[in-house]
């Protein structure tokens, strides 16, 4: 038995360095604008040192929504990276949810020592299937390097979730929180993001 | 246009803000004159963000050498009558004990002190879950804890008003989840009070009272808090807007809730069905508790819970309370083994601590999703965090292996210490044995050197933590003898932290220039007559070097220096510069894989297929130290170098 849900929850997952936790408040500070009561949970005390990071985003027109999302909780899961996607969907992805990953792994250092296996890619796709209700998938970093800069795959990965149509705002108000965050490196950010929203617009297509 | 939203003075204004930089407006709108802090996750981004506002607003903030100075400005400024702010992570609270243990007995006269503490449950960024509601016991002073980021803003104004009333420091006990989330934050106005500093004798006028009353000054000073003191933060909680009752009256079942967990209580019950069935006190204000309120609130109750992080702290303290109000009230929360007795909490957890006291059913998990997670969870390996690529502490640990190996056969004791490189204790480097608090690298190796055993001893420091607590135990090493063998690793910054300034980096917590105080000048005068720098990225040269120190018969000092890697990209970020990734070339690759299994930089990966190594060009940053570390010079610059 579960009561009435009463907020928008989204994740992105990735790993430390990926900029995850700035298109988290990207996001939040759209819904901001858009009329929302928004929390972002982050735990970043070593994001930058290679660790998987997780940003929890609610929001909600009534109370301030707590920083966690419950397991099974969340509306749409996004990823940078296919085995820290599939470490989130499992747990908190709603079955039936909306869901996007890159499918270009970041190998974690103990598979380079050899001291684990890192999953085939298709192995993790075939799991998050099961789960969502599509899955779109792409290498971030391909188009990132097409818009100019690797550093802009967390904007190819905003512009992906803005195709879906699944998040309360619009999709200029998350290019002029773009913009103004970072006024210098606009051209590429949105590039990246115009590029990301047109291969999850093919891919929602070609059902 | 201000450096920080913060800066900004509209009231109304609606902000994305993070608890850090919520509790710092709080501290912009209350007119604090003066704060402090030491770098500490999960507190660190209150001073970082006061930094950016203060020369513009005309308030000072400062990046103190270590938590119990940062305190100490804080009172200080206080003593004179100016509002004042001090922030740590709970750890810090400990160095704070000595100063904040006297304060609390002389008081603060005209003048204001809050004190923020960044608690961490679940030891995301901390070796352990210290509470400090239970420093705020000991110090009998009022904690305060707020449960998301707005009231973080408003109740950081709220502790300024008590400090005043009482004459006492008041603790702001944050948890990581208000202190790293972030949220929609309404500012108020900006206040402005006016700096005028007094001279004061707050001790000697204490003490004088003390002996015209014809008593012993310490116990009278003790008696005064319990006789004075204590029943004003009883009325304070009992009217403090913060500790809200949410009940009908006709409920039988209870829940008491601080901080973050109020907000876990709330989804739980609306997740079980349970809205408006169980009555709910949020509480903002923990020590002390309000006693009126909880009376009113177990009065027509047959059974409570308390939710809280992380000692049953408010359990205990109820416990002593009901004995008198409702010795029949059936109380479940940590030590009913309803709710977990350590870790971080969330909504799922106490959604099961209700669902086994009223019966409801809850599962995390669908029979299909549990199945799942069984098939899938096993693929999944864990992703331990490592030193960046092209960190220089890599590079330093690699060095002084090979030192160790050559001096010793690869014997010895190393102990690290708290901040990055930390991490030089996993694979492949496993580069110490342990690590124990902050300066305890060279105070414990100080201790193993006198047990007379016969390895050589190296203690890693980071440059910060020299400042924090290193020096003291250094000079211990020289005066009494120890030999040990200390390596600075001097990346600059408070890296760990967010990249913080420090005494050495050269500028404030403002960005304005300052003294730059030297390491080897210290460690000089420290009475250590072997000092020397060089820099890791010269892997040969710093081999040599910590072989020479290690050699030497008494303390010795390596200051290995190079920019922090992050902060170094970050830096070129800001000039435009894009870094340049080595390359492996494929034909001359053995795939003998002793880049990954000695050194183990992020940026070398193992391809599995070619039995080769390739770099992962959006890691590499070009430092180069792989190429020399390949025994057939397969890595090289882009430029062939």
């Not at chain 2, 702010?85 to 243990?101: E, I, R, T, Y």
């Not at chain 2, 809050?114 to 879950?129: F, I, R």
């Not at chain 2, 116990?219 to 009883?234: Q, S």
């Not at chain 2, 092209?390 to 010895?412: I, Q, V």
Request: charged share 20%; glycine share 10%; net charge neutral.
């Amino acid at each position: 038995m579960r009561g009435k849900k009463k907020t928008l929850d989204l994740m992105i997952a990735g790993v430390g360095g990926q900029g995850n936790v700035s298109a988290s408040r990207i996001v939040g500070t759209a819904l901001i604008e858009a009329g929302y009561k928004v929390s972002i949970g982050e735990t970043f005390g070593m994001s930058q040192r290679g660790g998987a990071v997780v940003s929890h985003i609610r929001a909600s027109k009534e109370l301030p929504p707590p920083p966690l999302i419950p397991p099974m909780g969340a509306d749409i899961v996004v990823g940078l990276e296919p085995m820290e996607t599939l470490r989130t969907v499992l747990h908190y992805l709603t079955p039936g949810g909306t869901m996007i990953t890159s499918v270009r792994p970041i190998t974690p250092p103990e598979v380079n020592l050899g001291q684990a296996k890192y999953p085939k890619v298709e192995e993790l796709l075939e799991a998050m299937r099961k789960l969502a209700s599509k899955v779109i998938s792409f290498d971030v970093y391909e188009l990132a390097a097409r818009a100019g800069s690797l550093q802009s795959a967390n904007m190819v990965i905003l512009g992906a979730l803005s195709a879906t149509g699944k998040i309360p705002c619009d999709e200029e108000l998350l290019k002029k929180t773009i913009a103004e965050r970072w006024p210098r490196a606009k051209e590429v950010n949105l590039k990246a993001f115009e590029l990301g929203r047109d291969e999850a617009l093919k891919q929602l297509k070609g059902e | 246009m201000p450096r920080h939203v913060i800066g900004i003075d509209e009231p109304g204004r609606k902000a994305l803000l993070l608890g850090n930089e919520a509790v710092a407006r709080g501290v912009v709108e209350s007119g604090c004159h003066v704060a402090a802090s030491y770098p500490g996750t999960p507190a660190s981004e209150i001073l970082t963000t006061l930094g950016l506002v203060a020369d513009e607003l005309g308030f000072y903030a400062e990046w103190s050498t270590n938590e119990m100075t940062a305190v100490e400005v804080a009172i200080g400024a206080a003593l004179c009558g100016l509002r004042s702010f001090a922030s740590c992570k709970h750890l810090g609270v400990n160095w704070m004990m000595d100063p904040l243990m006297h304060i609390t007995y002389f008081g603060l006269g005209k003048g204001a002190m809050v004190l923020a503490s960044g608690d961490d449950p679940q030891g995301w960024s901390s070796a352990n879950e210290q509470d400090t509601r239970l420093h705020g016991y000991t110090l009998e002073l009022p904690v305060l804890e707020p449960s998301n980021p707005q009231e973080a803003k408003d109740m950081t104004i709220e502790a300024f008003k008590i400090s005043e009333e009482l004459h006492a420091p008041v603790i702001l006990r944050l948890v990581t989840r208000v202190c790293h989330t972030s949220a929609d934050v309404t500012f108020g106005p900006i206040r402005k009070i006016e700096r005028r500093p007094v001279v004061f004798s707050s001790f000697m006028d204490a003490y004088f009272k003390a002996m015209m009353a014809k008593k012993a000054p310490i116990p009278f000073l003790h008696e005064r808090i319990h006789r004075d003191r204590m029943p004003k933060m009883r009325e304070i909680s009992n009217n403090f807007p913060y500790n809200r009752l949410e009940m009908d009256g006709d409920e039988k079942l209870g829940v008491i809730s601080t901080s973050v967990c109020n907000l876990y209580v709330d989804e739980a019950l609306s997740v079980l069905g349970l809205e408006g069935k169980v009555a709910h006190l949020k509480m903002g204000m923990s020590n002390p508790l309000p006693d009126r309120i909880i009376a009113e609130f177990v009065d027509s109750l047959d059974e409570v819970l308390v939710v809280e992080e992380t000692e049953p702290f408010v359990e205990h303290n109820l416990k002593a309370l009901l004995k008198d109000l409702s010795p029949g009230l059936k109380l479940y929360g940590k030590e009913s083994g309803h709710i977990p007795l350590s870790g971080e909490l969330n909504t799922s957890i106490v959604a099961e601590a209700l669902a086994k006291i009223t019966g409801k059913p809850y599962s995390r998990y669908t029979q299909e999703v549990s199945s799942l997670i069984a098939e899938y969870e096993p693929k999944i390996t864990a992703r331990l965090v490592t030193l960046c690529a092209g960190c220089p502490h890599r590079a330093t640990f690699y060095a002084a292996k090979r030192a160790l190996a050559r001096l010793s056969g690869g014997k010895f004791i190393g102990v690290g210490d708290i901040g990055c490189y930390g991490l030089g204790a996993s694979p492949p480097l496993m580069a110490f044995h342990h690590i124990l608090c902050m300066g305890g690298s060279i105070g414990l190796s100080n201790g193993i050197a006198h047990t007379g055993i016969d390895v050589p001893i190296i203690a890693y420091i980071g440059d910060s933590t020299f400042f924090h607590a290193g020096i003291p135990s250094l000079i211990d090493a020289a005066y009494n003898g120890a030999k040990i063998t200390v390596i600075v690793m001097d990346n600059g910054v408070t890296a760990m932290t967010g990249f913080q300034p420090h005494p050495a980096t050269g500028f404030t917590a403002t960005g304005r220039p300052a003294k730059k105080i030297s390491i080897e000048e210290i460690c000089r005068a420290c009475g250590v007559e072997f000092v020397e720098v060089v820099d890791p990225y010269d892997l040969k040269g710093t081999e040599e070097t910590i072989l020479k120190a290690l050699e030497f018969p008494g303390a010795s000092v390596v200051i290995a220096r190079r920019l922090c890697a992050t902060e170094q990209v970050r830096r070129w970020r800001r000039e435009g510069i894009t870094p340049k990734p080595f390359i492996v070339d494929p034909e001359k690759c053995t795939g003998c894989k002793l880049c990954i299994t000695t050194f183990g930089c992020p940026a070398l990966v193992w391809d599995e297929e070619e039995r080769k190594t390739r770099i992962d060009v959006t890691l590499c940053i070009g430092c180069g130290v792989c190429a020399q570390i390949c025994p057939s010079n397969a890595i090289h610059s882009p430029g062939g170098d």
